[in-house]
């Protein structure tokens, strides 16, 4: 089954974004904006079914392999 879109509205006061407490200079985040993640999600969502137990998302995936390899 894919994983289902969490609602991300809400803030919590205690953690500000994570993204404000990341360097903006690492290579990990300039990596992760330069990859297409749109289209792998396009490409993996036809071998997720509507059934079953819920799958972990598939940028988490991809992202994953990438650091990997």
């Avoid at 879109?5 to 300039?30: A, I, R, T, V």
């Avoid at 993996?44 to 059934?51: A, D, G, L, Q």
């Amino acid at each position: 089954m894919k994983a289902k879109k969490k609602n991300c509205n809400q803030g919590n006061f205690l953690y500000p974004d994570l993204l404000k407490q990341l360097n903006p200079h690492h290579s990990l985040l300039q990596l992760a904006k330069q990859i297409p993640w749109q289209h792998f999600d396009d490409e993996f969502t036809v071998y997720y079914s509507e059934k079953g137990r819920p799958a972990k998302p598939i940028r988490l995936m991809v992202g994953l392999m990438i650091l990997k390899q």
